[in-house]
């Protein structure tokens, strides 16, 4: 059974499925508006060597997330 786990628990080259966005406000809305959708796919391209930012890969783009951003989102990983 896949289990979901916070978007900051993704390893470099792993990509899964967002489940749900944890947040309200304006910080959701500029998910959203970078394509970090229900449904969507994210795959971990990167990270900054202190560990944060982490850098994905999301509809042909690469955004650069901070990690207590990322905690708030949760997804499953793909297999």
Not at 14 to 23: E, G, I, P
Not at 32 to 47: H, K, M, N, W
Request: net charge positive.
């Amino acid at each position: 059974m896949m289990q979901e786990i916070g978007l900051h628990e993704l390893e470099v080259g792993q990509r899964a499925t967002v489940l749900s966005l944890h947040m309200i406000g304006q910080m959701r809305r500029r998910l959203l508006d970078l394509g970090i959708t229900e449904q969507g796919i994210v795959e971990c391209v990167g990270r900054a060597p202190s560990g944060d930012p982490i850098a994905f890969l999301i509809r042909g783009a690469v955004v650069a997330l901070r990690v207590d951003d990322c905690r708030r989102i949760s997804v499953r990983r793909m297999e």
